[in-house]
């Protein structure tokens, strides 16, 4: 099967590996050229770590065409804010029976480059879906070269519109075979705990990062008090999942599933995280850890949360504190229902909409 992954950062990196190490014939797109180069100078993919090996794509290009035409299922594993510019590039090379897989699609990932596309006037018949967090916890180790730390087991994939089903996303539980089928894309948005997790970690230790000490962001950067902030965060991300009537996992159920982490408390079973011994904190503030997870989490977060009479004090207080700190307004240009066209909807809407894909 011809698979498109659309980024060659950690996560690209890493998934493209894994699928060729299938049997997959796997095209890779970076936007900067020097990645691919050294891709192709070293004849394929390099894997340390709980897989390993030299493995082969057949393509490897900077140039959209060249990676998407004839691809039976695109992979896109660029950082969530850039999601929709890099699909409505992508526009012109997809075809109707396609798979547009997002790896990662925080929250509204699928929704989002779905109604880029229908405002471009592209009608194609698609099949989107979205994992709820990355499948790997990786790091790139070079432009060609990736450090697998773990294989993440038993996290949720949907499919938009919901009613499609599951059926043409074989090869992906062939991959992951541990993936669960989530209801729909508000069940996978929702379990997008990273904005749980990151802005309020990056909060907690601005100072230390600010200045660009080293140390171990989770295991140095989270106590008891850090753990609190972060659980008031997650309290209001699963209550709009009850108002939505959706079963949404809490973190804890997180770090037993996909991590086998153990632990009275969510302190401690973060601290039990064993491949979070390998993870640093940024070297500056300016990281994906908050723009990322504010834009495509905890703004989507407190717009869902509006929607659907949540109140989300704590979502609001690190939207508008990181809006202070960095000087711009994170509320602007984030994914929310507004600017989505979805505003109009109440929960019952939301749910048939994300069933149909009819508004």
């Known amino acids: ?87 409505a590039a992508a526009a012109p090379y ?70 499609r089903g599951f059926d043409a996303l074989g090869f992906l539980f062939e991959a992951h075979p541990d993936l669960v089928r989530a209801r729909d894309t508000l069940q996978t948005s929702l379990d997008n705990l990273n904005a749980s997790v990151h802005p309020a970690v990056v909060l907690a230790n601005m100072a230390r990062i600010d200045r660009g000490e080293a140390f171990l962001f989770y295991w140095d950067g989270v106590s008891p008090a850090v753990a609190r902030l972060i659980a008031a965060v997650d309290a209001e991300r699963y209550a709009i999942g009850e108002a939505l009537d959706i079963d949404v996992m809490t973190l804890e ?34 990281t994906r850890l908050v723009f990322e997870d504010l834009l495509t989490g905890l703004v989507p977060y407190a717009s869902l949360g509006r929607a659907v009479g949540v109140l989300t004090p704590a979502c609001d207080a690190l939207i508008s504190l990181w809006s202070i700190v960095l000087e711009r307004d994170f509320r602007v240009g984030a994914r929310t229902l507004e600017s989505m066209d979805l505003a109009h909807l109440d929960a019952e809407g939301l749910r048939r909409f994300v069933w149909t894909g009819l508004r």
């Not at 770090?255 to 904190?281: F, R, T, V």
């Open 253 to 286: 159920e997180f770090y037993e599933s996909a991590y086998e982490a153990q632990g009275a408390l969510l302190h401690d079973k973060m601290l039990n995280c064993a491949p979070y011994a390998e993870i640093h904190a940024p070297k500056t503030l300016d």
């Open 94 to 163: 997809l075809a109707d029976g396609m798979v547009y897989v997002l790896h990662p699609g925080h929250t509204f990932g699928a929704i989002a480059c779905h109604h880029r596309l229908v405002a471009m006037g592209h009608r194609l018949d698609l099949t989107f879906c979205e994992v709820q967090t990355s499948l790997f916890t990786c790091r790139r180790t070079g432009p060609a070269q990736v450090h697998v730390s773990a294989v993440k087991k038993a996290l949720p994939i949907a499919v938009f519109p919901a009613e």
């Open 1 to 87: 099967m011809k698979i498109a992954i659309l980024g060659a950062g950690n996560l690209g990196l890493a998934q493209a590996a894994h699928l060729s190490s299938l049997g997959h014939d796997i095209c890779i797109w970076n936007r900067t050229a020097a990645r691919i180069d050294e891709i192709l100078a070293r004849g394929g993919i390099e894997v340390h770590g709980v897989f390993e090996g030299l493995f082969p794509v057949a393509v490897a290009s900077d140039d959209l065409a060249e990676v998407l035409i004839g691809a039976e299922a695109v992979i896109l594993t660029v950082p969530a804010s850039s999601h929709v510019a890099v699909t």
